[in-house]
């Protein structure tokens, strides 16, 4: 079976197949990382440019890394490096990028759809890296291959993300990867932070925390962004963290082995508190391990081998 | 020049015979004799006799809300550009928004369209006045000075006047000189970063969201305004359910308030963003297929008065672009009878009531007279309602393109429009 897809832009557009496509690859690359010498010649000649217009430390590292361990050249362009500065539009930096002639492109933007806006632009093959309030595909894999790494499945578990929904891409696309792969997803916050329509994603939707901690397999915690202070849509982190915070207290009413994850960056005493963050039940740094392989799958399953007619 | 139209269908309830045919003289109607048993010797010393035979001749379309971009973007549309779209969609005469660049807040820049419009000599143009100085949402713009260089109208539309006060002032103002304030209804801080709809779809692609209410609640409030002061209230592209109610209960109560809606409100809806599709992106956003439904309903029954366009041409500097920072509109002038007789096919709107819609009632609208009777100005545009064919844009007269029925297979259009007597647009002589 061959990966189906020339973009990743996002989870609703892989089926349940290539999301296990991917996660089966990425185990494979797991191993190449714990190696003295964690590099393989499999994209050797291959060009992978990394498009950053909005910060990101994590996800930028992680792709870079990704890239050099299977032996592409990488580069990055950030926003304000870049020629965005000097007016430039993203169609014509999309254009002269491609008359480079690279293989992958690696973008994170702050507005929705740019990456399917790049990939209607350019040959080279496009990857997600987080466009405003769509999608985080990467993310969601990551997510995915970790729970499955520790529970051994996906089908049936439950999952809660607890956290502002309606401005989170992780939270969109975990919603539609684990339901995709026959989890249930429930997502808890208060109501200033839950979308209209996002039980037509898949999620069931509380408001109440300790109900959603209960009966979760995984629980996934969200960033609280403080900007959004200024939009009202919640008073104080004092009072986040009161109601709709992680603590060990409110852990005791979850099942014996819940895993606890985070996408990072946290804000420690606000939706999670450092016991949890750092506790037994953490998988958050397992989290960013499996971020540079289900990467490298990713661009090892797009540049490896013969470029597929399919183009999304 | 005296032309002679004959033997089409008189499309105009204010005259009892359908079959007929029109003489016009010197810009003016003249008569209007039955066609039966008529014959071209029946008209002698006519300059030109048009074969109106199976086709509808209606009172000039006229348009409430339209942007000629001119002065100050030239490179999206021109008055002569816009005047030439116009009349190649039947349109005859348009009311032209002010938020140009300089603003229309003065009777130096109402002058400068005027003259423009008469240079182009197409259609007519009637403009609009800004409500405040600048758009700014400040000071009242010198109402007087405005309707004296000849605006027909005040608003400050692409922004809502958000301080009630000043809109109060507007409206009460606005009727020492007879001009009819027109309202861009939106509550901004209920819009906040929306691009798109709030709902399912803006869910799904992640994109900020703006809710029915943005719209409504000022729509609300503007009414209120309107009750307070009796002044002439016309409120602009209507997009949601709600408002049509609110206007509904206001007409119901007297309420000296009228309303137009855009072809693409009761033909798109915001599923129709589809993968971020700027030319989906306008303000208020394309709604779901409730409020379509009820915009249709509301075109039927007289709650909605008039079919406008909202014409907003933008080049693909501007709609080539980040979904989020995409500007906000499309063009319309050369798809809104196409459109607009798509209602009259699926038995929304009879053929008498789409005249009223977008000839008749826009014209009260504006403190015009109009209609197909003797001594009216002769403003005429004749209609095939059936001829098929592909909306091409890369045939429109308006210097954009974005346009997002582009490709569509429609039915009807105008084959020709006469404004002040003379035919300006005769689409057997463009044909390619």
């Not at chain 1, 985080?136 to 049936?156: F, I, N, W, Y």
């Not at chain 2, 089409?8 to 066609?35: F, K, T, V, W």
Request: aromatic share 4%; proline share 5%; glycine share 8%.
């Amino acid at each position: 079976m061959q990966f189906s897809k020339k973009d990743v832009l996002d989870i609703a557009s892989l089926s349940a197949e290539d999301i296990n496509m991917v996660l089966d690859t990425a185990v494979g690359m797991k191993e190449i990382s714990e190696r003295p010498i964690k590099k393989v010649p499999t994209l050797r000649g291959k060009t992978v440019i990394l498009f950053f217009y909005e910060p990101s430390t994590r996800t930028r590292m992680s792709f870079d890394i990704a890239a050099k361990r299977l032996s592409a050249d990488s580069l990055s362009i950030s926003a304000s490096t870049s020629s965005l500065v000097k007016g430039e539009t993203l169609i014509d930096t999309a254009k002269n990028l491609e008359s480079m002639h690279p293989d992958v492109i690696i973008i994170r933007h702050s507005s929705a759809g740019v990456p399917r806006m790049l990939a209607r632009t350019v040959r080279a093959s496009v990857i997600n890296a987080g466009d405003g309030m769509h999608a985080h595909p990467t993310q969601a894999l990551l997510d995915m291959m970790t729970v499955r790494e520790r529970k051994g499945r996906l089908s049936g578990l439950r999952l809660a993300i607890i956290g502002d929904i309606a401005h989170s891409r992780v939270a969109r696309s975990n919603i539609v990867g684990f339901t995709k792969m026959g989890a249930s997803v429930v997502v808890a916050a208060p109501p200033t932070m839950i979308p209209l329509g996002i039980d037509a994603l898949g999620a069931e939707v509380t408001h109440d925390i300790g109900e959603a901690v209960a009966g979760a397999d995984v629980i996934m915690m969200l960033r609280i962004q403080k900007e959004r202070l200024r939009s009202f849509l919640y008073p104080s982190d004092r009072e986040y963290a009161r109601f709709y915070g992680l603590n060990i207290k409110r852990l005791e009413k979850a099942t014996k082995d819940v895993l606890i994850m985070h996408p990072g960056p946290m804000n420690r005493g606000v939706e999670i508190s450092p016991e949890v963050a750092d506790g037994p039940f953490s998988i958050i740094l397992d989290q960013v391990t499996n971020g540079v392989a289900v990467r490298m799958a990713l661009l090892y399953l797009v540049a490896g081998g013969q470029r597929h007619a399919d183009s999304d | 020049m005296r032309i002679v139209i004959r033997g089409g269908r008189i499309i105009d309830p204010s005259q009892p015979e359908e079959a007929a045919d029109l003489l016009i003289e010197d810009g003016i109607i003249r008569d209007l004799r039955p066609s039966a048993g008529s014959s071209e010797t029946d008209w002698p010393g006519v300059d030109r006799l048009v074969d109106a035979t199976g086709r509808l001749v209606l009172p000039g379309l006229i348009d409430t809300h339209v942007h000629l971009r001119e002065p100050g973007q030239e490179y999206k549309e021109t008055i002569a550009s816009g005047c030439q779209a116009a009349v190649w969609g039947g349109v005859t005469a348009v009311c032209c928004m002010p938020n140009t660049d300089p603003v229309n807040d003065n009777a130096g820049v109402t002058e400068f369209i005027l003259k423009k419009a008469a240079e182009a000599a197409t259609a007519r143009v009637y403009p609009a006045g800004a409500i405040s100085r600048g758009l700014q949402g400040q000071e009242m713009s010198e109402f007087g000075e405005l309707k004296a260089a000849g605006a027909v109208a005040v608003t400050d539309d692409g922004m809502p006047v958000m301080d009630a006060q000043l809109m109060r002032r507007a409206l009460e103002y606005a009727r020492g000189f007879g001009l009819i304030v027109m309202a861009h209804s939106e509550d901004l801080a209920l819009t906040g970063s929306g691009v798109m709809n709030e709902g399912l779809v803006s869910t799904r692609l992640g994109l900020s969201g703006i809710p029915n209410c943005s719209e409504s609640v000022m729509v609300t409030r503007d009414i209120a305004l309107c009750a307070l002061t009796r002044s002439k209230l016309h409120i602009a592209h209507v997009s949601t359910r709600e408002s049509i109610r609110a206007i509904r209960q206001a007409k119901d109560q007297g309420i000296p308030v009228t309303a137009e809606t855009a072809p693409h409100y009761f033909t798109l809806t915001d599923e129709d963003v589809g993968e971020y599709d700027t030319h989906a992106k306008m303000n208020p956003p394309l709604r779901t297929r409730e409020d379509k439904e009820a915009i249709r309903q509301a075109l039927a029954d007289g709650t909605i008065d008039a079919i406008a366009t909202d014409h907003a041409p933008h080049s693909s500097i501007e709609k080539d672009v980040e979904f989020d920072r995409a500007a906000n509109g499309i063009i319309g002038l050369e798809t809104s009878l196409p459109l607009s007789l798509g209602l009259v096919r699926d038995g929304v709107l009879t053929i008498h009531q789409l005249a009223e819609r977008m000839s008749l009632a826009p014209a009260r609208i504006l403190g015009l007279d109009r209609g197909l009777g003797p001594g009216k100005p002769a403003d005429i545009t004749i209609i095939d309602p059936d001829a098929p064919h592909r909306i091409d844009s890369r045939t429109f007269q308006s210097l954009s393109r974005n346009c997002p029925f582009d490709g569509w297979n429609v039915q009807g259009w105008a084959v020709m429009t006469i404004v002040d007597g003379n035919i300006v647009f005769d689409r057997k002589a463009e044909a390619p």
